[in-house]
T-cell receptor, first 114, second 114 residues
Framework: DGGITQSPKYLFRKEGQNVTLSCEQNLNHDAMYWYRQDPGQGLRLIYYSQIVNDFQKGDIAEGYSVSREKKESFPLTVTSAQKNPTAFYLC?????????????FGPGTRLTVL | AQSVTQLDSHVSVSEGTPVLLRCNYSSSYSPSLFWYVQHPNKGLQLLLKYTSAATLVKGINGFEAEFKKSETSFHLTKPSAHMSDAAEYFCVVSIIGGSYIPTFGRGTSLIVHP
């Protein structure tokens, strides 16, 4: 089955630690996205990538970093510089960033800072 | 530029009664419009999309939406609510052609009473 996988489903981190969230897709999509979701705030864009080896900051990129070394993979690192990282993180992909393309979402990773 | 406003943060209905979730958009160009559904602690799933074809769009699970350019609206409806429809719903706008990152509404929580 084609789709997007995110791991782990739940992640706990101590303050001051970096942590990496995994996102893999086998849909052969060019574009990939990371969103953060907090209660009552909808989805906020962290980073997106339109093609391998290229990525752009979204609305709330501070304290996060990404890489796009392979088409199917777009890992997100939450660094110690992110002051309030506890949230639900969603990865998505689409054929491209042309407006008619719908996004396909992974199941999400819930990150909790202890 | 593009923006989207979901007019209700919460909508409460009884099982078997109609559902109406309201969405207004603003776009400088021809828009693409989407509705996604998110069940608790899950990723988002596409319900339906409009990309300049028929103005009445039918989606999954009995949902439909009508694109009204004069009212800049794309409201989501269902004739009869089911308990399994209880979820968060997101209206999303993008722009046909070019390269545009989708803009998400803040979401509407649908509550279905027995």
């Amino acid at each position: 089955d084609g789709g997007i996988t995110q791991s782990p489903k739940y992640l706990f981190r101590k303050e001051g630690q970096n942590v990496t969230l995994s996102c893999e897709q086998n849909l052969n999509h060019d574009a990939m996205y990371w969103y953060r979701q907090d209660p009552g705030q909808g989805l906020r864009l962290i980073y997106y990538s339109q093609i391998v080896n290229d990525f752009q900051k979204g609305d709330i990129a501070e304290g996060y970093s990404v890489s796009r070394e392979k088409k199917e993979s777009f890992p997100l690192t939450v660094t110690s510089a992110q002051k309030n990282p506890t949230a639900f993180y969603l990865c998505a992909s689409s054929r491209g960033t042309s407006g008619g393309n719908e996004q396909f979402f992974g199941p999400g990773t819930r990150l909790t800072v202890l | 530029a593009q923006s989207v406003t979901q007019l209700d943060s919460h909508v409460s209905v009884s099982e078997g009664t109609p559902v109406l979730l309201r969405c207004n958009y603003s776009s400088s160009y021809s828009p693409s419009l989407f509705w996604y559904v998110q069940h608790p602690n899950k990723g988002l799933q596409l319900l339906l999309k409009y990309t300049s074809a028929a103005t009445l769009v039918k989606g999954i699970n009995g949902f439909e939406a009508e694109f009204k350019k004069s009212e800049t609206s794309f409201h989501l409806t269902k004739p009869s609510a089911h308990m399994s429809d209880a979820a968060e719903y997101f209206c999303v706008v993008s722009i046909i052609g070019g390269s545009y990152i989708p803009t998400f509404g803040r979401g509407t929580s649908l509550i279905v009473h027995p």
